[in-house]
């Protein structure tokens, strides 16, 4: 491999760090008059890397193998860009307006830094490149997170983020440098059949998955979640819960699968009582939360623990449904926040109880709204249903009865709060609701997208079919 | 022999230091004491011949980053005086946890550090081979992470700087140089 | 002498010729004990507070980056040493990493934060 095809064999990074670059170009050059443009043409050329990263191409290793790529990294990738996409479109008016429009060229930028970092994290090949592909996945979502520098919870939840993920992966760090001590190597393909389960190399994956576990919120390492979820700006929240997330859960599935392999009943253990407790802890906690950011914050830490189910099984079926598993709940819950944001952009409430009577003055919302608790409960014929089916049928396959058990219970728990959030909407009255409101037309296009999704994607089972034939070459 | 005097007096510089940043209550002394950390930690690079990360440890520890650590100080408000420990049941069941933790890591590495490959040659790293490591394609060759830095370094700088400059509130005025 | 007992000689030296100075300037000096010579200097008045103060973020940006081009300086190091060898995709390499931190440069100045106003 020469030279210059070593770079384009990363056809989605370097698409990407196009548009980045074309992007930080056009923020600099263009004069005010340009500037109105911005987001518009930021949509356009990263919709235009959306689709043409979209096909997956034939599988190998540039860079000497410091970057892996396979297919089905290319489906989660593109499953990323559409999430990234959904929440570029749903920022578009909060970036329109005075308080925060002189940040939007930043906000376009870091948040496709962090992309970057991520497919980076994706497809790396070499202990190395994960850790930077982690750091720039985190760095930068610090920096937006504290964006709305004059709010307090804003800077507080930076704060505790980039403290928290500063802690998490020198803890990562450390693991790896016992992997690296005993095994000699860092490059993935190198590294499975020279891991054979002693104590030295157990305790050094101990502390390098915490680090993982860190980014994917799984408890006990989910702390920062509440806090940074509600005090980080909404659309950035969205971002964090569900590219972030998505992310991180798939790149521990592939390390765990390809590098440690021979630590199978090791990391089942340890997968066992974290999503055990994950599945709880959110769950518990969420029934009484009433803003709702921390409310959804809660949720995606108990969602977190159904997507870790996906992995447990170890299986190509698992991971299939893993990945399905993402890409609904990338719908679902962006759909929340699409409404989440517009109510907060138009009248800055985040209860539960300011929504009381929201169906008397904005039924379309409330209606969307509804669809995404449903898919989120996973109540049948909407794609949460199916989702949270698959990931039970993989995890049974191999036998984790009570697990499985204690996630239906949990799923019939979840519905509980989710439905309280319907409740609020159509059933409760309130004496002053949230007036009648308009949202842009790209916020609109963007939950359009998203009911599509929650509706469509479960009857469909080709996408499940397209996912599972690229999964299984892995 | 020279070499192990060394060596303890850089040890016992770092571990005295190292427990002096944390545990002073000014936070630029803090910081003074950190500076003697990394330099003593450049000096252990440099008795392992590893002459690149030696100036390395110097020019972006001991340099940059602690400009960075005295610029963040001067940026606050107090000097941090009089800071309190609450010892409350939370913290101190943490502090046993930890000690707990460190003590079951510490004896599974004492008891199989006979399994951690030793890899320290000795030998000089020629500053040469660096070069061609760091900027080649092949296995063991490290230009993607090289490149994927400076993505992370514009990001910082660029993360850093939305935080950090001064708010206009006003969306027309986006570059300054419009104005 | 190797390399290492040469170094412990030039430590040790060091450190004696400073504690020597130190002692010498001590053991010399005229001795004046005052309260008001050990004050910070206020025009005359008495001092009241501290001499912490607040600065601007300014400088705080300034360190950023210092700090970026610390790093592109030291990263630029080995490869500086196999120019030639290297070659063009060597050069290629290294004018990508450039660029892409000069662009930092280029909007720290476009956002003004090079203005010291």
């Known amino acids: 491999m020469d030279y210059i095809s070593n770079f384009l064999f990363m056809r989605s990074e370097v698409s990407l760090l196009a548009v980045m670059v074309f992007l930080l170009l056009f923020d600099l050059i263009a004069g ?30 540039s860079f000497g193998g410091m970057y892996d790529y396979k297919p089905v990294m290319t489906i989660v990738k593109g499953i990323l860009n559409i999430a990234t996409l959904i929440v570029f479109m749903q920022a578009k008016e909060v970036f329109d307006t005075e308080r925060q429009g002189n940040k939007r060229g930043e906000f376009y930028f870091l948040t496709m830094v962090t ?17 930077i592909g982690l750091e720039m996945a985190s760095i930068p979502l610090a920096t937006i997170v504290a964006m709305e520098k004059f709010s307090k919870k804003s ?26 001590g005993t095994v000699g190597t860092l490059y993935f393909t190198d590294m499975p059949n020279l891991i ?63 590098v440690f392999g021979n630590l199978i009943v090791q990391w089942q253990g340890i997968l066992f009582a ?157 004496d002053n609701p949230i007036p009648t409101i308009q949202t842009d037309n790209y916020n609109r296009v963007s939950l359009f997208i998203c009911t599509a999704g929650i509706i469509l994607i479960g009857l469909f089972g080709v996408i499940m079919d397209k996912i599972e034939l690229y999964s299984f070459g892995m | ?64 980053v602690m400009i960075l650590f005295i610029m963040a100080i001067f940026l606050t408000h107090k000097p941090g005086d009089e800071f309190k420990t609450k010892m409350n049941w939370k913290v101190k069941s943490s502090a046993i946890l930890s000690v707990l933790g460190l ?25 040469q081979e660096l070069g061609v490591t760091m900027m080649g394609t092949e296995k063991y060759q490290f230009l993607l992470p090289f490149e994927a830095m400076s993505v992370l370094l514009l990001a910082c700088i660029i993360g850093a700087i939305m935080i950090a400059r001064k708010e206009k509130n006003n969306v027309e005025s986006n570059n300054d140089l419009d104005k | 002498m190797d390399n290492t007992s040469l170094f412990v000689v030039v430590l040790l030296t060091g450190l004696a010729l400073v504690i020597l100075g130190l002692t010498a300037a001590i053991l010399l000096s005229p001795k004046s004990i005052n309260f008001q010579k050990g004050e910070t200097y206020e025009c005359g008045l008495p001092t009241r507070g501290t001499s912490w103060m607040q600065f601007r973020v300014g400088y705080y940006l300034y360190a950023i980056l210092f700090l970026m081009f610390d790093v592109e300086t030291i990263f630029l190091f080995p490869w500086a040493t196999v120019v030639r060898q290297l070659g063009t995709s060597g050069f290629i390499s290294v004018l990508i990493f450039v660029v892409i931190l000069g662009l930092g440069l280029a909007y720290a100045w476009r956002k003004g934060v090079l203005k010291w106003t």
Request: charged share 10%.
């Open chain 1, 32 to 61: 005010k008059k340009g500037m109105k443009y911005f987001q518009p043409i930021a949509l356009i050329a990263f919709a235009a890397h959306t689709i043409w990263t979209f096909v997956p191409y034939e599988a190998g290793v």
């Open chain 1, 115 to 131: 992309l970057l970092g991520m497919y980076f994290m994706i497809s790396s090949g070499h202990f190395l490149m994960l850790f």
């Open chain 1, 155 to 180: 800077a507080e939840a930076g704060a505790k983020y980039i403290l928290l993920a500063a802690f998490s992966s020198g803890v990562m760090l450390f693991g790896i440098s016992y992997l690296y």
């Open chain 1, 196 to 258: 054979s389960a002693n104590p030295l190399q157990i305790m050094a994956f101990v502390f390098f998955v915490a680090g993982l576990f860190f980014k994917v919120s799984l408890v006990p390492f989910h702390l920062w979640a509440a806090d940074v979820y509600e005090g980080a700006p909404t659309n950035v929240t969205a971002y964090l819960s569900v590219v972030s997330k998505g992310s991180a859960v798939f790149v521990l599935m592939l390390l765990l699968y390809k």
């Open chain 1, 274 to 430: 974290v999503i055990v407790l994950s599945i709880t802890v959110g769950n518990l906690f969420a029934l009484r939360q009433d803003n709702i950011k921390r409310f959804l914050a809660f949720s995606s830490i108990s969602q977190a623990g159904y997507l870790a189910l996906g992995i447990i099984s170890g299986t190509a079926f698992g991971m299939t449904t893993m990945i399905y598993y993402i890409f609904v709940y990338v719908f679902s819950n962006l759909a929340a926040f699409g409404v989440i944001s517009s109510i907060e952009n138009k009248t800055g409430k985040v209860n539960i109880s300011d929504y009381k009577g929201l169906y008397s003055t904005n039924p379309k919302l409330s209606f969307i709204m509804m669809l995404a608790m449903f898919s989120l409960g996973g109540i049948p014929i909407f794609a949460g249903f199916f989702s949270k089916f698959f990931i039970f049928a993989a995890a049974l396959e191999k036998g984790f009865y009570v697990l499985v058990l204690i996630a239906v219970i949990n799923t019939i728990i979840s519905l509980y709060y989710y439905l309280l959030v319907v409740k609020a909407m159509f059933i409760d009255s309130s």
């Open chain 2, 1 to 64: 022999m020279a070499e192990q005097i060394i060596f303890y007096i850089l040890a016992l510089v770092i571990a005295v230091f190292s427990i002096m940043a944390v545990t002073s209550k000014k936070v630029i002394r803090s910081a003074t004491y950190l500076l003697f950390v990394l330099l003593a930690t450049a000096g252990l690079f440099l008795m392992l011949n590893y002459y690149y990360l030696f100036a390395v440890q110097v020019t972006v520890y001991a340099g940059g």
């Open chain 2, 103 to 127: 003590l079951l890591s510490g004896y599974i590495v004492v008891a199989n550090v006979t399994r951690i490959i030793n890899y320290v040659s000795g030998k000089e790293m020629k500053m």
